[in-house]
């Protein structure tokens, strides 16, 4: 059995890679919003500029029976690349959580549809291989009948498919693995069935190892680190379960290392391979001014005001005050972890549906919150290099001194856990 992996509680870990952003963090969004309108590519570019934005990651959808790009799907791939012009152009190519491939032949398919859509865009080298296959909601089955693991595997194979078709056409691709940031390790789940991310990526390791595969599958590890809820704050700890959000990097990291150190896969930090937030996002409450751009009944219970005008935008040590702040700091702690190499946003524009996202920074009209100036001024500070990473790293440090990803606290983690 490989031995485990220890992580003592170090500052200066977290604090080092001031460094990190001589090479540059990109600042993303997640948006889909060019793709339903012939305005919506200038609409995104233009906020984009304003705000300094320097990626967007859009949903494609496959579907089992397409071998190749078509009708809307081209369409939309058209208008994001209108909309991305000058920018990295990210796409997430997946679909209904019942059609995950889960054979040889649609992984084939699959990973045909992708590189068709490369062929059309030229100058996309970005692609995200599914979207949280450790969630039911995205990728079922998570287990088999008798309560096996089985869509690590299932999507190792996936990753591995699409590694070796994407970089035959395109040297420079970009495979990026995605993965969300909780789960409950249990088949017999009344509801959100799923893997965990620290059991998901240690079996993602396991199948990768059995393969016998000596060549990588995946460029990037696409992690979507939403914190436990909408107010918790972004540097917090969660040392005793398998939630891996923005604060629990050195868990991440400690994960991967067990699950592929000393394979054919580079880890975070070795060569180009990084890990990209592919989504962060804090939904806000809306104000009775614009309350008519919404419809349907708020999902979540702890909606943060866009900004607080006596709190500067930035940190704080108390309850999360606002998006604004919130939005500020999670950006700022992804500058400070040395392997991560890109924060995405979720999204530009909010959902006018209630049950949906409204973490945007433009209300459903398309006007700016008042986060919308506090966000850009973040953006800078992060281009600029002005971060105070130590000042992040005590205060993440302060929140959960017992970080250590030691057998014992992997024990705790993974209790009750599948085989």
């Excluded at 012009?85 to 190519?93: F, I």
């Amino acid at each position: 059995m490989r031995r485990f992996l220890v992580i003592a509680v170090a500052v200066a870990a977290v604090a080092a890679p001031v460094a990190h952003a001589g090479n540059g963090l990109i600042v993303g969004i997640s948006e889909d919003m060019m793709k339903w309108s012939a305005t919506g590519p200038a609409l995104t570019r233009l906020n984009m500029n304003r705000l300094g934005i320097g990626a967007v990651r859009v949903t494609l959808q496959w579907s089992p029976g397409r071998r190749g790009p078509a009708g809307v799907t081209v369409v939309a791939l058209r208008r994001a690349v209108d909309a991305a012009r000058g920018r990295r152009l990210v796409l997430s190519v997946y679909s209904r959580a019942d059609h995950a491939p889960q054979t040889a032949r649609m992984r084939r398919r699959y990973c045909g549809f992708v590189t068709g859509l490369l062929a059309l865009a030229p100058k996309v080298n970005d692609v995200v291989i599914w979207n949280e296959p450790n969630s039911s909601r995205f990728w079922r089955p998570q287990f088999t009948p008798d309560g096996t693991s089985l869509a690590p595997a299932a999507y190792e194979a996936l990753l591995a498919r699409c590694w070796d078709v994407l970089h035959a056409v395109r040297p420079t691709v970009n495979v990026i693995a995605a993965s969300a940031p909780r789960g409950n390790d249990n088949p017999a789940a009344s509801s959100n069935v799923s893997h965990s991310p620290v059991n998901f990526y240690l079996k993602l390791g396991e199948a990768y190892r059995s393969s016998g595969r000596r060549s990588p599958i995946f460029d990037t590890v696409g992690h979507n680190p939403y914190p436990v809820t909408n107010a918790e704050r972004p540097w917090i700890r969660h040392p005793t379960t398998p939630t891996i959000a923005e604060g629990d990097y050195e868990k991440l990291m400690a994960v991967l290392r067990e699950a592929f150190d000393g394979t054919g896969q580079p880890l975070p930090g070795e060569g180009k391979v990084s890990i990209w937030y592919m989504e962060q996002g804090f939904q806000t409450t809306i104000p009775a001014d614009k309350a008519s751009l919404y419809r349907g009944t708020e999902s979540i219970s702890q909606t943060l005001p866009p900004f607080f005008t006596r709190v500067a935008a930035g940190l704080t040590t108390g309850p999360a005050p606002d998006q604004a702040t919130q939005l500020s700091d999670a950006l700022q702690i992804a500058y400070c972890q040395p392997a991560v190499g890109a924060f995405f946003n979720f999204e530009l524009m909010d959902e006018p549906v209630l049950g949906g996202w409204q973490s945007g920074l433009l209300w459903a009209d398309m006007t700016p919150k008042p986060s919308y100036e506090p966000f850009k001024v973040a953006v800078r500070r992060v281009a600029a290099g002005k971060v105070d990473c130590a000042l992040y790293a005590k205060l993440s440090a302060e929140s959960s001194p017992d970080i250590g990803f030691t057998a014992p606290a992997r024990k705790r983690m993974t209790s009750g856990a599948v085989q």
